[in-house]
Each structure stands twice: as structure tokens, then as C-alpha cells.
């Protein structure tokens, strides 16, 4: 089967999950608009996003699927079992214990993530609030990361991918019910926890169903669980880069009021083709990557990442360019409705921009760490990962509070930052890949990167068109601007996809090609 193929198994549940989110993300934002309270709810999502996006979207598979599948394939099914089962108690105590400590140390906590607002104020204590209810979503995220890698190396992924529906269900529901924003925003927190309950017990039943017996319990410290946990630490944080710098800024916004709301909704909208191209690229290269280098076939792993890097360009610098040249105008038509005004809306463009042009470079870093996690090298993309959050920390910080200086908003700063150490990361990997003799690019690539290129920039100057001729979308679309703008995607949509055929950027033969 291609990695196309394979990369869709994995990203077609998640478009589902992505729909639901911006469902999800129209009725919370048009309830908690973007103020105090909505900064608040952003601060108690931040380690539960932070620790699902590690967790089940990839970061902590790319560390333990490798290590799980040779366990299993070189000793046996039982082996791999009880690895998995003491991987599993291991990191749920720690995760649990995290838990546990956040919970008793949770105003000084808050003081880190929100210590924009002064402790008296109703946004900083909805902030303890919120937080202490969605902490246990952390465990909840550990148990489902494993369960996911199981499934996973079992070829199994349909369940992983699907699993974070739930959440979206969930948080629309409580979106639904609340009628205040302090209300909405404490029905929300709990539907988080709730969700990562569900969640687990989804995954937990996967499986079993694949005659996979696990458990909780006191976990023992193996040589084997030693090895996975000595390499799952740095894999984890290695990558978990972006997540991290987008964490630091969520940090430094809570110093302008409605920035962390801001930086909230744009991170939303560009993580839509992280996690429906990147992630899923990634996952689904993964396990052949890792085959691939134990049986030293560096021919089969340079096409490997050849496809991976060439499909997900085709698939996501369109995006990249979609998200800069009309910012504003998609978050209007997307989320301005209620308490989410067209101001907001405004703002938030802002952050988007400047995301935009750094979502190739989110993508890549998913497509190039997979070189290094296949071969168990994990402290090497972590030591460039903390590289690039010290200089995000450092540059996001000076730009933040220079903007401030100048009398402009701050947050855009944050989000130059963020998408500047995403493409050092990206390069730091490209280049270390290549250092290693461990993948050398081929003509194939460099052939599709330009066609993907000029496709992308035939898209961008249809919609920079579009853009311009507003009243006449309007006058062809006489329903509502969310409609509009639904169109407007379905055109850029079209127009790529006619471009990307006739430059050659997506070819039939990866459809129908078995790789």
C-alpha cells in the first residue's frame, strides 16, 4: 500500500475530528468571545492540549512504536506484551503523580500560565478553577497514547485516529448546555476530563479486541522498559517542539487581554493541516522507516522520505498559502458570530499570518524527526528542540514586549517567533539527517517540490483575486459570510487541485502505487 493510502487511513477519521473541532470551536468562541473568561478557559486547556498533542497525535508513538516493534519482532508477542504493560503502569503513575502535584500547587501554577491578570481578578481564579478540572485529562492522554502505539504497530488506525472525536462531542455538548460564559466555560472543562476518560476506554477496548491483555499496577523498571523510557523522554520532548514554543506563548500573552484567546483560535485553524497532513504523514511512515533501517535498505528509506517530505508539501503549502494571503477573512466567516466580534476576528488574522508561513515548517518536523526516532536516536532532535524553544523563548519575549513599545499589539511577535524556530528546527533536522548519510534527497523530490510550488502560487493568485472582488462572492453567495467563506475554501480547493494534476504535484500512480 502507498504512503498516500496509508496516510489516508490515518487522516480521513481525522478530517471527521478536525469538522467536529471547528464546530466545537463556532459555539464555544461565540459564547466566551474573546476576553478575560476566554483567556481563562485557553489557560486550562493549555497542558491538556499540550499533552494531547504529544501524546495522542504522534509525538510519543514516533518515541515508543519503534522500540515496541522490534520487542516484537524479535522476541515475540509475549515480550512485546509485557514491555507494553510496564510501559503503560510507568508512565500512568508518573502521569498521575503529575496530576496529583498540579492540583495541590495550582495557584502558583497558574501564576506561570496566566500571570498576566492579578490574582483578585474573576479571570485568574476561573483560571484554578478550570485548570484543577481538566488536570486528570493528562493521565487519561497517557493511557490512550500507548493503547494508540499498540494499535498501531498492530497496523491498526482506525481507533487512534478516531478517538479524539470524542472530545469534540463532548465540548459541543457543553458548549450547547451553558448559558453564561463563566457557566459554558465550567461545562467545557469538565467535558475534558470526561473526554479523556472515554477516550481511554475506547482505545483500552481496541485493544483487547486485538487479544492484547494490558494493566494497570505497580510497574516494574525491566531492562527492556528502561531502554523504551530512556529513549520515549527526549523522543517525547523532541517532538513536542512546536507544541512547546506555542505553550511559551500562550505564557507572554496573558499580558495583553484577549491575546491568549487570539493566539487560541489561529492556532486552531493552522494546526488543521498539521494534524490531518503532518501528523498522519508521520505516523504512517513511521513503522516502514523503522524496517526499512533495521534491515539497512537505505535505498528503501530515502524513497520513504522522499514521498513523505513531496506528499506533504503537496498537501500542505497550499494550505500555508491560504492561511496568509486571506487571515482575516477566514476567522471572520469561521468564527465571528455571538460574543466573538469582528474585531476579534481581525486580531486573531494577525497570529494567523504569521502561522501560515511557518506550517510547512510544522509539517517537515513531523515528516524529518521519524529519521532519527527509527533508528532509536531520540537525544538528537531533542537537544535541537530545546535549542529552538530557548531562541523562541528569547526572540518571542523581545518581539512582544518591543511591539508593545511601539504602541502595536504585541502577540503578532509571538507568533513571528514561533513559526521562526519552527523552520530552524525543521532545518536542524534536514541537515542532520543528511550528516548522517541516513537520507539523500532525489531528483524525484526536487521535481515535485517545483510543481507543488507553482501550483500553490496559481492557487494564491486566485484567491489574492477573490479576495478582491468580495461584493461579487457576496452577490453569488447571498446566504451568510460562514457560507462565503466555505466557498471560498471549495474554489481554492478546486483550483489547486486542477493546478497540482497538470504541474504534476500529485501524480495517479500514488493513489494506485502499492509502495
Known sequence: MSLLRNTLTQSSLTISSRILGFVRDILIAAKLGAGPISDAFVTALILPNLFRRIFAEGAFAQAFVPAYARTLEAEGKDAAEEVARQTMRGLFAATAGLVIVAQLTMPWLIYAFHGGYSPESESFQLAILLTRITMPYLACMALAALLSGVLNSSGRFILSAGAPTILNIFLITAALLGDTAPHTAVLAAWAVTFAGIAQAALLWWGVTRQKISLSLGLPKLTPSVKKIIALAIPGTIAASGTQINIMVSQLLASFEEGAKSWLFYADRLYQLPLGIVGVAVGVAILPRLARAARSDDSKSANTLMDDGIGLAMALTLPAAIALMVAPAYLVEGLYARGAFTVNDASQTGLALVHYGWGVPAFVLIKVLAPGFFAREDTKTPMRFVLFTVALN???????????????????????????????????????????????????????????????????????????????????????????????????????????????????????????
Do not use: C, H
Request: glycine share 14%; no cysteine.
Open 393 to 515: 523563548t528569547v526572540l518571542g519575549a523581545g518581539l512582544f514586549f518591543w511591539f508593545r513599545s511601539q504602541g502595536w499589539a504585541g502577540f503578532p511577535g509571538l507568533a513571528i517567533a514561533t513559526s521562526i524556530a519552527a523552520w530552524i528546527n525543521a532545518g536542524v533536522l534536514f541537515i542532520g539527517v543528511l550528516a548522517r548519510g541516513w537520507y539523500r534527497p532525489g531528483p524525484r523530490l526536487l521535481s515535485r517540490l517545483v510543481s507543488v510550488s507553482l501550483a500553490s502560487a496559481a492557487m494564491g493568485a486566485a484567491l489574492l483575486y477573490l479576495i478582491g472582488q468580495q461584493e461579487m462572492i457576496e452577490a453569488w453567495v447571498p446566504f451568510s459570510k460562514f457560507v462565503e467563506v466555505l466557498v471560498f475554501i471549495l474554489i481554492g480547493a478546486g483550483i489547486y487541485g486542477l493546478a497540482a494534476i497538470m504541474f504534476g504535484a500529485v501524480r495517479l500512480s500514488d493513489v494506485r502505487g502499492r509502495g
